[in-house]
């Protein structure tokens, strides 16, 4: 059996650089690094793997420009119990996530998070 973690970004929100060729290079290795952050503290619970358990959820941050989380609000649950209940631990692993890019001094989107058995 393999367990497979994944999750992806969707940006919901942005303000405008100066050009917008650095908006999108900085914003596409900023979502890379968190991305990288979100799969090296997102775990799977051990319950919800005995029983087999899978399950997608969706989580809406706000992140100041330090990184750090200033607000999360589960948008879409999973609908299973034991991993509902790993999102609060995972997002405090996750706080504080990269920086900001340069001139962002906030930042809302929704990450996408995915517990599946293989």
């Given at each position: 059996m393999m367990i497979r973690l994944t999750s992806a970004i969707l940006v919901a929100s942005f303000l405008c650089f100066s050009s917008p060729a650095v908006l999108a290079d900085a914003m596409t290795d900023w979502q890379q690094a968190v991305v990288?952050?979100?799969?090296?503290?997102?775990?799977?619970?051990?319950?919800?793997?005995?029983?087999?358990i899978e399950g997608r959820a969706k989580v809406r941050l706000t992140v100041a420009a330090d990184g750090t989380i200033?607000?999360?609000?589960?948008?879409?649950?999973?609908?299973?119990?034991?991993?509902?209940?790993?999102?609060?631990?995972?997002?405090?692993?996750?706080?504080?996530?990269?920086?900001?890019?340069?001139?962002?001094?906030?930042?809302?989107?929704?990450?996408?998070l995915n517990w599946s058995l293989d």
């Open positions: 990288q952050k979100v799969r090296a503290k997102q775990g799977y619970p051990r319950l919800a793997v005995a029983r087999q200033s607000n999360y609000e589960i948008v879409e649950a999973t609908g299973e119990d034991v991993l509902d209940r790993a999102i609060p631990p995972l997002i405090g692993k996750l706080s504080p996530l990269p920086p900001l890019p340069d001139g962002r001094t906030d930042l809302t989107f929704v990450l996408p």
